[in-house]
Protein backbone atom coordinates (compact mmCIF):
# COMPACT_ATOMS: atom_id res chain seq x y z
CA UNK A 1 0.00 0.00 0.00
CA UNK A 2 1.58 3.72 -0.73
CA UNK A 3 2.44 5.42 2.61
CA UNK A 4 4.08 8.48 3.53
CA UNK A 5 6.10 8.50 6.28
CA UNK A 6 7.56 10.63 8.87
CA UNK A 7 10.05 9.32 11.30
CA UNK A 8 10.07 12.22 13.23
CA UNK A 9 6.51 12.46 15.49
CA UNK A 10 8.48 15.36 17.68
CA UNK A 11 11.31 17.56 17.15
CA UNK A 12 12.20 20.96 19.04
CA UNK A 13 14.93 23.26 18.34
CA UNK A 14 16.36 26.50 19.59
CA UNK A 15 15.82 29.42 17.67
CA UNK A 16 18.13 30.31 14.72
CA UNK A 17 18.93 27.00 14.57
CA UNK A 18 18.70 25.04 11.40
CA UNK A 19 15.59 22.59 10.71
CA UNK A 20 15.03 19.29 8.66
CA UNK A 21 12.14 17.17 8.57
CA UNK A 22 12.11 14.21 7.29
CA UNK A 23 9.57 12.45 4.98
CA UNK A 24 9.55 9.16 2.64
CA UNK A 25 7.05 8.41 0.50
CA UNK A 26 6.25 4.71 -1.12
CA UNK A 27 4.77 5.20 -4.27
CA UNK A 28 7.87 5.39 -6.83
CA UNK A 29 6.33 6.42 -10.45
CA UNK A 30 6.00 10.06 -10.53
CA UNK A 31 5.70 11.17 -6.94
CA UNK A 32 3.77 14.50 -6.60
CA UNK A 33 4.91 15.67 -3.04
CA UNK A 34 3.67 18.35 -0.53
CA UNK A 35 4.62 19.69 2.14
CA UNK A 36 2.17 21.87 4.49
CA UNK A 37 1.97 23.61 7.61
CA UNK A 38 -0.52 23.96 10.41
CA UNK A 39 -0.68 25.89 13.04
CA UNK A 40 -3.21 25.01 15.93
CA UNK A 41 -7.17 25.44 15.19
CA UNK A 42 -5.67 26.11 11.78
CA UNK A 43 -6.01 24.65 8.25
CA UNK A 44 -3.49 23.58 6.10
CA UNK A 45 -0.98 26.25 4.06
CA UNK A 46 0.87 24.55 1.44
CA UNK A 47 4.63 25.01 1.79
CA UNK A 48 6.03 24.19 -1.33
CA UNK A 49 5.18 21.29 -3.56
CA UNK A 50 7.72 19.43 -6.26
CA UNK A 51 6.77 17.37 -9.45
CA UNK A 52 9.25 17.58 -11.98
CA UNK A 53 12.64 19.38 -12.72
CA UNK A 54 14.68 21.10 -9.78
CA UNK A 55 15.44 18.61 -7.18
CA UNK A 56 15.45 21.29 -4.79
CA UNK A 57 12.28 23.18 -4.48
CA UNK A 58 12.18 26.66 -2.84
CA UNK A 59 9.08 26.98 -0.40
CA UNK A 60 7.25 30.18 1.21
CA UNK A 61 8.50 31.73 4.65
CA UNK A 62 12.08 30.58 3.90
CA UNK A 63 11.55 26.68 3.51
CA UNK A 64 13.06 24.60 0.95
CA UNK A 65 12.75 21.16 0.19
CA UNK A 66 15.29 18.11 -1.70
CA UNK A 67 13.92 15.54 -3.88
CA UNK A 68 16.04 12.74 -3.53
CA UNK A 69 14.82 9.63 -5.70
CA UNK A 70 17.43 6.99 -5.03
CA UNK A 71 16.20 7.45 -1.17
CA UNK A 72 12.34 7.89 -1.91
CA UNK A 73 12.84 10.89 0.35
CA UNK A 74 11.30 14.95 0.13
CA UNK A 75 13.04 16.27 3.31
CA UNK A 76 12.12 19.78 4.30
CA UNK A 77 14.85 22.15 5.94
CA UNK A 78 14.91 26.05 7.13
CA UNK A 79 17.77 27.33 7.74
CA UNK A 80 17.38 29.25 10.56
CA UNK A 81 13.77 28.76 12.74
CA UNK A 82 11.96 31.49 14.20
CA UNK A 83 9.71 30.89 17.12
CA UNK A 84 6.99 31.45 14.73
CA UNK A 85 7.86 28.28 12.61
CA UNK A 86 6.44 26.32 15.74
CA UNK A 87 3.34 24.45 14.41
CA UNK A 88 2.76 20.91 12.80
CA UNK A 89 4.28 20.41 9.85
CA UNK A 90 2.72 17.42 7.05
CA UNK A 91 4.13 15.77 4.11
CA UNK A 92 1.80 14.48 1.30
CA UNK A 93 1.99 12.39 -1.94
CA UNK A 94 -0.32 12.26 -4.75
CA UNK A 95 -0.01 9.17 -5.77
CA UNK A 96 -1.53 9.40 -9.26
CA UNK A 97 -2.69 6.16 -10.22
CA UNK A 98 -5.55 5.88 -12.48
CA UNK A 99 -9.18 6.14 -10.05
CA UNK A 100 -7.28 7.76 -7.29
CA UNK A 101 -9.34 10.98 -8.02
CA UNK A 102 -6.35 12.82 -6.92
CA UNK A 103 -6.30 12.01 -3.48
CA UNK A 104 -3.41 12.70 -1.26
CA UNK A 105 -1.62 10.39 1.44
CA UNK A 106 -0.72 12.18 4.53
CA UNK A 107 2.02 11.27 6.73
CA UNK A 108 1.09 11.39 10.56
CA UNK A 109 2.58 14.89 11.33
CA UNK A 110 5.81 16.01 13.11
CA UNK A 111 5.20 18.54 15.96
CA UNK A 112 7.61 21.60 15.68
CA UNK A 113 8.68 23.42 18.73
CA UNK A 114 10.84 25.98 19.16
CA UNK A 115 12.83 27.03 22.27
CA UNK A 116 13.92 30.84 22.69
CA UNK B 1 -7.71 35.45 -4.35
CA UNK B 2 -9.62 34.94 -1.25
CA UNK B 3 -8.43 31.42 -0.25
CA UNK B 4 -10.98 28.46 0.62
CA UNK B 5 -13.90 30.04 3.43
CA UNK B 6 -15.37 27.05 6.06
CA UNK B 7 -18.33 28.12 8.12
CA UNK B 8 -19.09 28.23 11.37
CA UNK B 9 -15.27 27.64 12.58
CA UNK B 10 -16.39 26.61 15.79
CA UNK B 11 -19.65 24.24 16.48
CA UNK B 12 -20.52 22.61 20.06
CA UNK B 13 -23.77 20.34 20.14
CA UNK B 14 -25.51 17.82 21.88
CA UNK B 15 -25.11 14.42 21.05
CA UNK B 16 -28.39 12.64 18.55
CA UNK B 17 -28.27 16.78 17.15
CA UNK B 18 -28.03 17.23 13.31
CA UNK B 19 -24.94 19.18 12.10
CA UNK B 20 -24.27 21.31 8.78
CA UNK B 21 -21.29 22.97 7.79
CA UNK B 22 -20.23 25.23 4.35
CA UNK B 23 -17.26 25.44 2.43
CA UNK B 24 -17.01 27.85 -0.13
CA UNK B 25 -13.66 27.09 -2.21
CA UNK B 26 -11.50 29.41 -4.29
CA UNK B 27 -13.53 30.78 -7.23
CA UNK B 28 -12.45 28.59 -10.26
CA UNK B 29 -11.16 25.40 -8.31
CA UNK B 30 -13.64 23.19 -9.49
CA UNK B 31 -12.56 20.31 -7.49
CA UNK B 32 -13.87 20.31 -3.57
CA UNK B 33 -12.35 17.73 -0.57
CA UNK B 34 -13.86 17.11 2.46
CA UNK B 35 -11.07 15.90 5.22
CA UNK B 36 -11.56 14.99 8.64
CA UNK B 37 -8.73 15.58 11.50
CA UNK B 38 -8.57 14.29 14.98
CA UNK B 39 -5.84 15.15 17.29
CA UNK B 40 -2.09 14.35 16.22
CA UNK B 41 -3.31 13.04 13.19
CA UNK B 42 -2.90 13.90 9.67
CA UNK B 43 -6.09 14.58 7.43
CA UNK B 44 -8.64 11.67 6.25
CA UNK B 45 -9.96 11.96 3.28
CA UNK B 46 -14.06 12.02 3.23
CA UNK B 47 -15.22 12.58 -0.10
CA UNK B 48 -14.64 14.36 -2.65
CA UNK B 49 -16.64 16.48 -5.90
CA UNK B 50 -15.35 17.49 -9.30
CA UNK B 51 -17.77 20.59 -10.03
CA UNK B 52 -21.42 19.42 -8.61
CA UNK B 53 -20.47 15.75 -8.66
CA UNK B 54 -19.57 13.54 -5.82
CA UNK B 55 -17.24 11.29 -7.64
CA UNK B 56 -16.15 9.35 -4.24
CA UNK B 57 -17.06 8.62 -0.39
CA UNK B 58 -14.51 7.12 1.90
CA UNK B 59 -15.94 4.12 2.94
CA UNK B 60 -15.46 5.89 6.61
CA UNK B 61 -18.42 8.06 5.71
CA UNK B 62 -20.94 6.51 7.48
CA UNK B 63 -24.84 7.25 6.06
CA UNK B 64 -25.04 9.78 9.05
CA UNK B 65 -23.28 12.07 6.44
CA UNK B 66 -24.24 13.66 3.50
CA UNK B 67 -22.01 15.80 1.78
CA UNK B 68 -23.59 18.14 -1.69
CA UNK B 69 -22.44 20.67 -3.89
CA UNK B 70 -25.45 21.72 -6.12
CA UNK B 71 -24.39 24.20 -8.04
CA UNK B 72 -20.71 22.82 -8.08
CA UNK B 73 -19.50 26.03 -6.17
CA UNK B 74 -19.85 26.06 -2.28
CA UNK B 75 -20.53 22.42 -0.39
CA UNK B 76 -22.27 21.50 2.66
CA UNK B 77 -21.30 18.61 4.72
CA UNK B 78 -24.33 17.36 6.99
CA UNK B 79 -23.85 14.96 9.80
CA UNK B 80 -27.12 13.40 11.15
CA UNK B 81 -27.72 11.75 14.84
CA UNK B 82 -24.02 12.77 15.64
CA UNK B 83 -22.43 10.88 17.81
CA UNK B 84 -19.31 11.69 20.14
CA UNK B 85 -16.57 9.78 17.54
CA UNK B 86 -18.03 13.20 15.30
CA UNK B 87 -15.73 15.56 17.53
CA UNK B 88 -12.97 16.22 15.19
CA UNK B 89 -12.14 19.50 12.69
CA UNK B 90 -13.67 19.33 9.24
CA UNK B 91 -11.30 20.65 6.75
CA UNK B 92 -12.37 21.55 3.10
CA UNK B 93 -9.69 21.86 0.08
CA UNK B 94 -10.33 22.83 -3.30
CA UNK B 95 -8.26 22.45 -6.17
CA UNK B 96 -7.85 23.19 -10.10
CA UNK B 97 -8.61 20.06 -12.27
CA UNK B 98 -6.77 21.35 -14.69
CA UNK B 99 -2.76 21.20 -14.95
CA UNK B 100 -2.68 17.65 -13.61
CA UNK B 101 -2.22 15.78 -10.04
CA UNK B 102 0.54 18.53 -9.26
CA UNK B 103 -2.00 20.90 -8.62
CA UNK B 104 -2.23 21.26 -5.17
CA UNK B 105 -5.00 21.61 -3.01
CA UNK B 106 -6.11 24.74 -0.61
CA UNK B 107 -7.49 24.30 2.79
CA UNK B 108 -9.50 26.14 4.39
CA UNK B 109 -9.12 26.86 8.20
CA UNK B 110 -11.62 23.57 9.43
CA UNK B 111 -14.22 23.74 11.35
CA UNK B 112 -13.95 22.26 14.74
CA UNK B 113 -16.55 20.27 15.89
CA UNK B 114 -17.07 19.46 19.56
CA UNK B 115 -19.97 16.82 20.70
CA UNK B 116 -20.86 17.33 24.39
Known amino acids: AQSVTQPDIHITVSEGASLELRCNYSYGATPYLFWYVQSPGQGLQLLLKYFSGDTLVQGIKGFEAEFKRSQSSFNLRKPSVHWSDAAEYFC??????????????WGLGTSLAVNP | DTGVSQDPRHKITKRGQNVTFRCDPISEHNRLYWYRQTLGQGPEFLTY????????KSRLLSDRFSAERPKGSFSTLEIQRTEQGDSAMYLCASSLEQGAPHQPQHFGDGTRLSIL
Open chain 2, 49 to 56: FQNEAQLE
Open chain 1, 92 to 105: AQNPNYAGNNRKLI
